[in-house]
């Protein structure tokens, strides 16, 4: 069992930034990370990812704005968000997916919004 612990959500303007974290419960050399978003109406869709080994990719629409990255040492990954627009407005979930087992664990989710 993985548990995972989201903060870092807010209102921000247009143009500014937002720092998402995610603690876990267990160590990241066992875990790809990942943060997925989901806007009213929309399906879930991946943000950016991190791989166990510190391997990234990410959605074509934050690249360049968005930053992944962990702390090993606080079991945490951040999601640095620059440049928002309205259109990043969304519920943003933290994954953890165990690398041995397959299994993965979501966050509670935490709230985004940009005004314009």
């Known amino acids: 069992q993985v548990q995972l612990v989201e903060s870092g959500g807010g209102l921000v303007q247009a143009g500014g930034s937002l720092r998402l974290t995610c603690a876990a419960s267990?160590?990241?050399?066992?875990?790809?990370m990942g943060w997925y978003r989901q806007a009213p109406g929309k399906q879930r869709e991946l943000v950016a990812r991190i791989t166990n080994v510190g391997n990234t990719n990410y959605a074509d629409s934050v690249k360049g704005r968005f930053t992944i990255s962990r702390d090993k040492s606080k079991n945490t990954v951040y999601l640095q968000m620059n440049s928002l627009t309205p259109e990043d407005t969304a519920v943003y979930y933290c994954n953890a997916l165990v690398v041995l087992s397959e299994r993965d664990y979501w966050g509670q989710g935490t709230q985004v919004t940009v005004s314009s």
């Open positions: 267990i160590s990241l050399f066992s875990l790809r």
